[in-house]
């Protein structure tokens, strides 16, 4: 079954701490014609890794991995690019909406989200564009409905053999999960979050030697919101905007495995520097080294040791 398929027929479930749980399943699925590498939802990790850990395997590859030409969308033709669109309606309920412990309220809602994809069809070289949108809607707290959407668009230009450069640019609207640490503990509404990205990588292939470097840009815009009493909470002390730049080396001592040696460094700066309780802008350095490899047919591992220090702006605030 594809797997965006086997997402949205899957049930949802979510618990957390402040004694609340939510389910949702799938009520309509209608993927006219999806690619097999599909994005994630809007709701997701805020920070990637910049440059993908993994190693691909070419003797052991898992049944996700392999190319599945009978069940793989055909799409529709568009000059040189092929256009995938999918829609997914989705109703769920929420035994207590706003994640309070004293008074909490239940309410069903509705999810629908459509999606369009383009992908370029070139021989060389490679432009993705894609939209999607999340409205999610509730019959009684309206103060939980939420707009999300994501604009990107990737691309690839072939230098010669597996070598490369890599560029993304895009804008997500999001919403921060009820359930993270750090959404305010009496929270009564969604706070979204503006999210520009924006990056580039450059991979150099010599024999068993690859090189990789990466810049990438992060900048995060929230809303404020209210408390379950309805008082409004500003949340613009959290804005901030992340820079990192990383680079790997990595050597390859068979066609599966794989020896890598990886520095990132990460500057976070606050938009609000003038309050030193919530300036929280910091200078961070890690290195790793590590092995990634097939240990049996049906295991593959990666494995890594490494060190990370974080310095603060803020005098007082101890490296971590």
């Known amino acids: 079954m594809d797997a965006p398929i086997r997402s949205a027929q899957q049930s949802r479930f979510a618990s957390c701490l402040r004694f609340s749980h939510a389910v949702a399943g799938s009520f309509l699925a209608i993927p006219l014609a999806l690619p097999t590498g599909a994005l994630a939802q809007t709701y997701g990790p805020l920070l990637d890794t910049e440059i993908p850990l993994a190693v691909p395997s070419v003797r052991n590859k898992t049944v996700v991995e392999r190319p599945h030409p009978e069940l793989a969308p055909q799409g529709i033709g568009a000059g040189g690019f092929r256009l ?95 359930y993270t640490g750090s959404f305010p503990v009496n929270g009564g509404a969604s706070i979204s979050v503006r999210h520009p990205v924006a990056s580039v990588r450059g991979t150099y292939v010599a024999n068993r030697l690859r090189l990789i470097a990466s810049a990438a840009y992060d900048g995060f815009n929230y809303s404020d919101t209210t408390t379950l009493s309805g008082t409004a909470l500003d949340q613009d002390y959290r804005d901030r905007k992340v820079y990192r730049l990383s680079g790997r080396v990595e050597y390859l001592f068979d066609a599966d495995s794989a020896v890598f040696l990886q520095a990132t460094h990460r500057s976070t700066r606050y938009d609000d520097r003038s309050n030193v309780l919530t300036d929280r802008s910091s200078k961070e350095a890690r290195i790793v080294a590590g092995l990634v490899t097939d240990v049996t047919p049906i295991i593959r591992a990666a494995l890594g040791i490494g060190y990370a220090e974080r310095r603060y702006g803020q005098p007082g605030i101890r490296p971590v």
Do not use: C, M, Y
């Open 84 to 178: 995938f669109p999918e829609i997914s309606i989705e109703p769920g309920f929420s035994s207590n909406v706003l994640g309070s412990n004293v008074n909490s309220r239940s309410d069903v809602f509705i999810t629908a989200q459509p999606k369009l994809r383009a992908q370029s069809q070139w021989s060389r070289h490679a432009l993705n564009l894609s939209a999607d949108l999340v409205a999610k809607r509730h019959a009684t707290v309206s103060a939980k409905n939420e707009d999300g959407f994501r604009l990107r668009a990737d691309g690839r230009l072939d230098l010669h053999g597996e070598s490369n450069i890599v560029a993304s640019l895009g804008f997500e609207r999001t919403f921060e999960e009820q």
